[in-house]
C-alpha cells in the first residue's frame, strides 16, 4: 500500500505513519501472512520502521535502506516466529535519480521444502528504468539459493511480462514462473494513475500460486497523495505436507512526507 500521507500538501494527520504501521499489521494477521513485505513505510528517507513497534512481536525484520543524495528509498521484510534468518542484506538498485529500495535474505522456513534447504526471499520497489546495482549483494546474502529457491514480491513497475528481465538483473537463476496477481494494483486517485505493478513471483519447482487478494485502498481519511492497493497472496511450495507460505506486500509512505 502505496500511502503518501503530505501533510503541507494534503492536510494528513501528525498519526499517519502510525495508522498506516497499524494497519498494515492488521492486513498481515487477516492474510495468516508468514512472510511480509513493505515499501517506503520509513523513519527517515532510507531507514525502514520497525513492524515489529507496529506490532509484529516476535517477528525478524530484515531492512534495506538506500541512501541516495537528500533523499533514498526504503524496503523491509519480515518473517514470522519460526523463520530463521541466516543471512540478510539490501540497498540501491541504482545509483541515479532513478533508484529504488530492496531487501533480502536467506531464510529457513519452518518446514522443509523439496529441493531448498533455504529460501533467497527479495523485497523489491523496481526502479522505472532497469536495474544496475543490487545483484551482487543477493548473490552474496542467498547464494546457490538463488539459482531455484527464490521468491521475491513488491512494486516491480512493470506488469507480469516485465518480471522476468528485473529478476534476472538482480536475482539471477533461473527463470520465475508467472507472476501474481497480474492486474491493476496501482494507484489512487484511479483517475490520475494506472499501473499493474505489485506482484509476487519464484523460481521454485512445484511452487504454486494458492491465491490473492488485491486489497482496497485504506486509510483513505489520511488524504494520501498517492496509493498502491496492498497485495495478500499464498504460494504453496513443494515439501513435508506442503509449505502454504501466506505473503503481504504492501507500498506504504514515503520519508518526505513524515511529520513524527
Keep these: 500500500v502505496h500511502w503518501e500521507c503530505s501533510m503541507a500538501a494534503r492536510g494528513a494527520s501528525h498519526s499517519c505513519k502510525r495508522n498506516i504501521g497499524r494497519r498494515f499489521v492488521e492486513l498481515a494477521r487477516e492474510a495468516n501472512a508468514e512472510v511480509v513485505a513493505s515499501i517506503e513505510l520509513s523513519d ?4 525502514p520502521a520497525s513492524l515489529v513497534d507496529f506490532g509484529l512481536d516476535g517477528w525478524t525484520q530484515v531492512n534495506g535502506p538506500c541512501a541516495s543524495g537528500d533523499g533514498g528509498d526504503a524496503a523491509a521484510l519480515a518473517f514470522a516466529p519460526g523463520w530463521v534468518v541466516q543471512e540478510s542484506g539490501g540497498g540501491c538498485l541504482r545509483h541515479d535519480w532513478d533508484t529504488r ?5 536467506r531464510v529457513v522456513p519452518p ?11 527479495v523485497a523489491i520497489h523496481a526502479p522505472h ?7 551482487d549483494i543477493v ?9 531455484r529457491c527464490a521468491v521475491a514480491m513488491g512494486d516491480w513497475n512493470t506488469p507480469g511480462s516485465g518480471v522476468a528481465k528485473l529478476w534476472s538483473a538482480l536475482i539471477g537463476g533461473a527463470a520465475p514462473g508467472q507472476p501474481q496477481p497480474d492486474e491493476r494494483s496501482c494507484c489512487w486517485p484511479e483517475d490520475h494513475h494506472y499501473g499493474v505493478f505489485d506482484h509476487l513471483a519464484t523460481n521454485v519447482l512445484g511452487a504454486r500460486h494458492a491465491g490473492h487478494i488485491v486489497h482496497h ?3 483513505l481519511e489520511e488524504t494520501p497523495m498517492k496509493q498502491h492497493r496492498a497485495v495478500s497472496a499464498k504460494l504453496t511450495l513443494p515439501g513435508d505436507g506442503d509449505l502454504a507460505a501466506k505473503a503481504l506486500a504492501a507500498k506504504a509512505l514515503p520519508t518526505k512526507a513524515i511529520s513524527e
Design 44 to 47: 527517515t528517507a532510507s531507514q
Design 101 to 105: 529500495a530492496f531487501a533480502v535474505a
Design 111 to 121: 518446514r522443509r521444502i523439496e529441493g531448498c534447504p533455504s529460501l533467497c526471499v
Design 129 to 135: 528504468s532497469s536495474i544496475t546495482a543490487g545483484g
Design 139 to 147: 548473490r552474496s546474502v542467498c547464494g546457490d539459493s538463488a539459482e
Design 217 to 219: 485502498y485504506q486509510l
